[in-house]
């Protein structure tokens, strides 16, 4: 069974800084990009970040550009995001999703982790 | 950025009635379209990929439909459990993926 568990989510002051974990299981974890999508509290989904299968390319929403850094670790089966100068507005339920990509770029996420929540507030 | 409007915003409906989720994309998106059905507490579950193939396990009452700009999600007869928030996602514009704004469908 496919599964994806994601750890780290806290209360942090603005300004902190905080790394989320990813756990995969059940598939072949260094085949797929990966993504983080987020969810502000009773609001819709944001997609935030992806990583390719290697590592080797990330991208990044303009709303976490320069503060957030998305990394993977195949050997442990891992994805990472790194979140720094945080704000009020990155609030929201983390998920990590596993990209299924057509043609490199068309992705859509199957399945979902249960997601970690980020707090942000003083 | 591509904008994914869904209407409505909210719909009520009864156990056996056909429903339809319309999404509308600011920009073509050929069939590069998914749904997710999302419940209370719960991850959004991928029911429609490429705007009409059916998710693996997904019930054979849902249904999607569209191309271009316009696009529909149908439960033909709905069922206890389809009572949820659905999303539209565009998988066109790579690698800024966004979703629509919800539909929170309610029991009548």
């Known amino acids: 069974e496919v599964q994806l568990v994601e750890s780290g989510g806290v209360v942090v002051q603005p300004g902190g800084s905080l790394r989320l974990s990813c756990a995969a299981s059940?598939?072949?974890?260094?085949?797929?990009?990966m993504h983080w999508v987020r969810q502000a509290p009773g609001k819709g989904l944001e997609w935030v970040s992806l990583i390719s299968w290697d590592g080797g390319s990330t991208y990044y929403a303009d709303s976490v550009k320069g503060r957030f850094t998305i990394s993977r670790d195949n050997s442990k089966n891992s994805l990472y995001l790194q979140m720094n100068s945080l704000r009020t507005e990155d609030t929201a339920l983390y998920y990590c999703?596993?990209?299924?990509?057509?043609?490199?770029?068309?992705?859509?996420?199957?399945?979902w982790g249960q997601g970690t929540l980020v707090t942000v507030s003083s | 950025d591509i904008q994914m409007t869904q209407s409505p915003s909210s719909v009520s409906a009864s156990v056996g009635d056909r429903v339809t989720i319309t999404c509308r994309a600011s920009q073509g998106i050929s069939s590069w379209l998914a749904w997710y059905q999302q419940k209370p507490g719960k991850a959004p579950k991928l029911l429609i990929y490429?705007?009409?193939s059916l998710q693996s396990g997904v019930p054979s009452r849902f249904s999607g439909s569209g191309s271009g700009t316009d696009f529909t999600l149908t439960i033909s007869s709905l069922q206890p459990e389809d009572f949820a928030t659905y999303y539209c996602?565009?998988?066109?514009?790579?690698?800024?993926?966004?979703f629509g704004q919800g539909t929170k469908l309610e029991i009548k």
């Open positions: 996602q565009q998988a066109n514009s790579f690698p800024l993926y966004t």
């Open positions: 059940g598939f072949t974890f260094d085949d797929y990009t």
């Open positions: 490429a705007a009409s």
């Open positions: 999703a596993k990209g299924v990509t057509y043609g490199s770029v068309h992705s859509w996420f199957d399945p």
